[in-house]
């Protein structure tokens, strides 16, 4: 009953009948179900979760689309979403991934992702002076605020960092030094003004891929407008991309001094969610991180 009915969804969504003759369980990360379905010749991608999670993926699916329209960097395209039953869906493109990422495929991730943080939307859009977004989304499971504002340090203080440790002592969380660092933020970031960019916001090697024909792709996004520097810095916190990326995305849009010092603070917003998702060891990992940021 539940793939007919997505099936109907599909159908009305492209214009063209869909009709499920195979569906078998895929990766989907370790928040959704994953599953590919075909009709023999055409293929989809679902993300199945809880019914009450359906924002997360109507948010998911904005968030894709916003980037593909830029065209800079490859996205996979949301088709429909939606409930049935007790469960949430979302239908994407299916992408053939696993192609080779040879250090062309690489070098070409890193422009696009920069010509990505070039883009400038319209003039009368907020994410063109302003940071945040249109809706709040998710970064994994959590809640991500997106309230636009006009100023960096006070979003990030307040929307990523501040909203993170909120969490984390409802959960039980111990960060002694957590009002020190809040206030010090305007000071670590007082010599950096950043424009605004469309970034991804969730960006590690889990969510970039090549495909079979060679061409990079990036998924599951928490897309919203801040500071690019916050990809970059995600990039290096589970091991690294190659050198070639972080060569090709310099060479189309440098960084700005002082990246080193600012990306631990932007890579402690996802260590505190880790805390916030999964408990355990990013607690001390956490804390570790705040002592070397405010040393």
Same mark, same amino acid.
């Given at each position: 009953?539940?793939?007919?009915?997505?099936? /109907?969804?599909?159908?009305?969504?492209?214009?063209?009948?869909?009709?499920?003759?195979?569906?078998?369980?895929?990766?989907?990360?370790?928040?959704?179900?994953?599953?590919?379905?075909?009709? *023999?010749?055409?293929?989809?991608?679902?993300?199945?979760?809880?019914?009450?999670?359906?924002?997360?993926?109507?948010?998911?699916?904005? *968030?894709?689309?916003?980037?593909?329209?830029?065209?800079?960097?490859?996205?996979?395209?949301?088709?429909?979403?939606?409930?049935?039953?007790?469960?949430?869906?979302?239908?994407?493109?299916?992408?053939?991934?696993?192609?080779?990422?040879?250090?062309?495929?690489? /070098?070409?991730?890193?422009?696009?992702? $920069?010509?990505?943080?070039?883009?400038?939307?319209?003039?009368?859009?907020?994410?063109?002076?302003?940071?945040?977004?249109?809706?709040?989304?998710?970064?994994?499971?959590?809640?991500?605020?997106?309230?636009? /504002?006009?100023?960096?340090?006070?979003?990030?203080?307040?929307?990523?960092?501040?909203?993170?440790?909120?969490?984390?002592?409802?959960?039980?969380?111990?960060? /002694?030094?957590?009002?020190?660092?809040?206030?010090?933020?305007?000071?670590?970031?007082?010599?950096?003004?950043?424009?605004?960019?469309?970034?991804?916001?969730?960006?590690?090697?889990?969510? $970039?891929?090549?495909?079979?024909? *060679?061409?990079?792709?990036?998924?599951?996004?928490?897309?919203?407008?801040?500071?690019?520097?916050?990809?970059?810095?995600?990039?290096?916190?589970?091991?690294?991309?190659?050198?070639?990326?972080?060569?090709?995305?310099?060479?189309?849009?440098?960084?700005?001094?002082?990246?080193?010092?600012?990306?631990?603070?932007?890579?402690?917003?996802?260590?505190?969610?880790?805390?916030?998702?999964?408990?355990?060891?990013?607690?001390?990992?956490?804390?570790?991180?705040?002592?070397?940021?405010?040393?």
């Amino acid at each position: 009953m539940m793939w007919d009915q997505i099936a /109907e969804d599909i159908s009305k969504a492209t214009g063209e009948r869909f009709q499920i003759s195979d569906h078998r369980s895929v990766g989907g990360g370790c928040i959704n179900q994953g599953y590919q379905i075909s009709n *023999g010749f055409q293929y989809y991608f679902i993300k199945l979760n809880q019914a009450s999670e359906v924002a997360m993926f109507e948010a998911e699916a904005l *968030g894709v689309q916003q980037i593909g329209k830029t065209q800079t960097i490859r996205v996979p395209q949301p088709i429909c979403w939606g409930t049935v039953g007790n469960s949430a869906y979302l239908v994407l493109e299916w992408l053939n991934l696993g192609g080779k990422t040879n250090a062309s495929a690489w /070098e070409e991730m890193g422009q696009k992702l $920069a010509l990505l943080h070039q883009w400038t939307p319209p003039q009368n859009y907020p994410g063109s002076q302003n940071f945040g977004w249109d809706i709040n989304n998710t970064i994994g499971s959590t809640p991500q605020i997106n309230t636009w /504002e006009k100023n960096w340090v006070e979003f990030w203080q307040k929307h990523r960092i501040g909203y993170q440790f909120k969490l984390a002592k409802r959960r039980g969380g111990y960060f /002694e030094q957590a009002e020190k660092l809040l206030e010090t933020i305007p000071q670590l970031l007082s010599d950096h003004d950043p424009k605004p960019s469309l970034v991804h916001g969730d960006l590690w090697g889990g969510n $970039a891929a090549v495909t079979a024909e *060679g061409e990079p792709v990036i998924f599951d996004p928490a897309t919203y407008f801040g500071d690019r520097e916050v990809d970059l810095a995600m990039t290096e916190l589970f091991g690294g991309f190659p050198a070639i990326f972080y060569q090709a995305y310099h060479q189309v849009f440098p960084l700005n001094p002082g990246y080193e010092h600012r990306k631990k603070l932007y890579n402690l917003y996802h260590i505190l969610n880790h805390f916030n998702l999964f408990g355990g060891g990013y607690a001390a990992q956490a804390n570790q991180m705040i002592r070397d940021i405010l040393r």
